[in-house]
């Protein structure tokens, strides 16, 4: 999916409606922006009507991506613990569309906190792109943000996957008191 092609349409198509947008990017976009994985879609806060909808429906028929029920702009969120207007970089900047994009530090706390099996693999390539070398980072990442719902083993899982088991078996060697959580 080409998301200049996507963001110059839609500035086009706010354009005409003189409507000023701004998204902020989280979760999957975020990734593949770094090269880290594919998505079909972009997640992002923005101010939703119903003509902001009807246009991005618009674009994808035109550039045939994204469906009635899964587009390819959602706002549709769900529970960000992370969003920080300060935590955010411009990606995308046009007379009627403005594109931020959050940091990989906010998409790795909302992974943490969200910790879901399905996240692991992605916490595990961020801890490699941030050059985080101990789970003790987001084990206090986990303790600030999920108010004790998230799942330490999560952590463990990805750093086991990021570094190794053999790696992780040290940590665990030095923290043995962590081995409850497996």
Not at 36 to 44: M, P, Q, R, S, V
Request: glycine content about 4%; some cysteine; proline content about 3%.
């Amino acid at each position: 999916m080409n998301y200049d092609k996507l963001f110059t349409r839609l500035n086009e198509k706010l354009s005409e409606n003189n409507i000023h947008l701004s998204l902020q990017c989280v979760g999957g976009f975020v990734l593949e922006y770094h090269g880290l994985k594919a998505t079909e879609d972009i997640d992002a806060f923005y101010e939703s009507t119903s003509k902001v909808e009807e246009i991005i429906a618009e674009i994808g028929q035109e550039f045939h991506v994204g469906t009635v029920n899964e587009p390819w702009l959602s706002h549709s969120i769900g529970q960000i613990m992370s969003f920080s207007e300060q935590d955010r970089v411009l990606i995308f900047k046009a007379s009627h569309l403005d594109v931020y994009l959050s940091s990989l530090q906010s998409v790795l706390i909302d992974k943490i906190q969200a910790g879901r099996e399905k996240d692991v693999p992605d916490i595990a390539q961020i801890m490699k792109k941030l050059k985080i070398k101990s789970p003790d980072t987001l084990l206090d990442l986990l303790e600030d943000y999920s108010e004790g719902t998230s799942d330490p083993a999560v952590v463990l899982e990805a750093y086991s996957i990021a570094y190794g088991k053999e790696a992780l078996k040290n940590y665990l060697r030095e923290k043995p008191e962590l081995l409850r959580l497996l």
